[in-house]
């Protein structure tokens, strides 16, 4: 038989352990800030600002935004250092490392060439290509003659990516002053709108079940109603979302179960449409569509 042995003797007290225990509340509240600031769409801080000078020169807050501009510096890091100079280095630039200056026009003309993209496609653009219809809208390139690509235009607005700019700054640009030739073409369409665009020109399908019925009135209220800041994808409200779900994925859905796929096709080859409405199984909130929509005090025209 096998002998027993016995650890109580054994002296195991002076070991120390490795595993902490955390206040986890604490931890928390510490944490909380870090969580927020992660949480957010749009992020642009001081360390995103680049702001130059020549040598033998030095700019601070008092000098002008032209001097600023003179030097070979961008729109937005400008206008930025300026409203704000705390905690923003201006950076000496080696001799023969001097930034081409843009003019005011050039300036002017690539800040309209994002405005542009924003009120029509929902988004400031990084794209590098100059492809008529894809890169580029046919306006801007047949109209306005704005040759570069986006990418260039944006580079001349800003030394960070536009797109950590929250695009919600259009909605205060006045239409009133605008060229003739660019308030007519924003009247033919603006982003978020091009979606409904069957169910302002389109004869639904015979013999419709009832709710299908229902949605399409509430998406012919949207398609009606006065274009509104809250449908706009750069600024849309909440709300629409609370109250109709993801809304360009239902408006899809509900036009591929209400129209005759030819006649979509036809909004697509005019360029009523962008392109067929796709399929997306998981968002059926149309179904329940009962409240018709009704444009606030947002409009933006």
């Given at each position: 038989?096998?002998?027993?042995?016995?650890?109580?003797?054994?002296?195991?007290?002076?070991?120390?352990?490795?595993?902490?225990?955390?206040?986890?509340?604490?931890?928390?509240?510490?944490?909380?800030?870090?969580?927020?600031?992660?949480?957010?769409?749009?992020?642009?801080?001081?360390?995103?600002?680049?702001?130059?000078?020549?040598?033998?020169?030095?700019?601070?807050?008092?000098?002008?935004?032209?001097?600023?501009?003179?030097?070979?510096?961008?729109?937005?890091?400008?206008?930025i250092y300026?409203?704000?100079?705390?905690?923003?280095?201006?950076?000496?630039?080696?001799?023969?490392?001097?930034?081409?200056p843009?003019?005011?026009?050039?300036?002017?003309?690539?800040?309209?060439?994002?405005?542009?993209?924003?009120?029509?496609?929902?988004?400031?653009?990084?794209?590098?290509?100059?492809?008529?219809?894809?890169?580029?809208?046919?306006?801007?390139?047949?109209?306005?003659?704005?040759?570069l690509?986006?990418?260039?235009?944006?580079?001349?607005?800003a030394?960070?990516?536009?797109?950590?700019?929250?695009?919600?700054?259009?909605?205060?640009?006045?239409?009133?002053?605008?060229?003739?030739?660019?308030?007519?073409?924003?009247?033919?369409?603006?982003?978020?709108?091009?979606?409904?665009?069957?169910?302002?020109?389109?004869?639904?399908?015979?013999?419709?079940?009832?709710?299908?019925?229902?949605?399409?009135?509430?998406?012919?209220?949207?398609?009606?109603?006065?274009?509104?800041?809250?449908?706009?994808?750069?600024?849309?409200?909440?709300?629409?979302?609370?109250?109709?779900?993801?809304?360009?994925?239902n408006?899809?859905?509900?036009?591929?179960?209400?129209?005759e796929?030819a006649?979509?096709?036809?909004?697509v080859?005019?360029?009523?449409?962008?392109?067929?409405?796709?399929?997306?199984?998981?968002?059926?909130?149309?179904?329940?569509?009962?409240?018709?929509?009704?444009?606030?005090?947002?409009?933006?025209?």
């Amino acid at each position: 038989m096998a002998a027993v042995i016995n650890f109580a003797n054994v002296a195991v007290g002076n070991l120390v352990f490795g595993p902490i225990d955390l206040d986890l509340q604490s931890l928390a509240a510490q944490l909380q800030a870090f969580v927020e600031q992660g949480s957010r769409r749009y992020s642009l801080s001081k360390a995103d600002i680049q702001v130059f000078q020549d040598q033998g020169t030095q700019l601070t807050a008092q000098n002008t935004l032209a001097e600023f501009l003179a030097q070979g510096n961008t729109l937005f890091d400008s206008l930025i250092y300026l409203a704000d100079p705390v905690g923003i280095n201006v950076q000496t630039r080696l001799a023969g490392n001097v930034g081409v200056p843009y003019t005011a026009d050039e300036i002017a003309k690539a800040l309209f060439v994002q405005w542009f993209f924003i009120l029509t496609r929902g988004r400031v653009s990084n794209s590098a290509g100059t492809q008529v219809g894809t890169d580029m809208p046919n306006f801007l390139r047949g109209v306005l003659q704005c040759q570069l690509s986006p990418l260039e235009y944006a580079n001349k607005l800003a030394k960070f990516d536009l797109a950590q700019i929250n695009p919600g700054w259009v909605r205060y640009i006045r239409f009133g002053a605008l060229g003739i030739e660019t308030r007519n073409r924003l009247g033919l369409g603006l982003a978020g709108y091009r979606l409904l665009a069957p169910f302002k020109y389109l004869t639904p399908k015979d013999n419709l079940p009832a709710h299908i019925v229902t949605a399409l009135g509430v998406a012919r209220s949207f398609a009606t109603q006065p274009a509104s800041w809250d449908i706009h994808p750069a600024t849309r409200s909440p709300n629409i979302l609370t109250t109709y779900g993801p809304l360009n994925a239902n408006l899809s859905n509900l036009a591929l179960i209400a129209y005759e796929a030819a006649d979509l096709q036809t909004l697509v080859a005019n360029r009523t449409l962008f392109q067929m409405p796709q399929s997306y199984p998981q968002n059926r909130d149309y179904m329940n569509w009962t409240i018709p929509y009704v444009t606030g005090t947002a409009n933006i025209f």
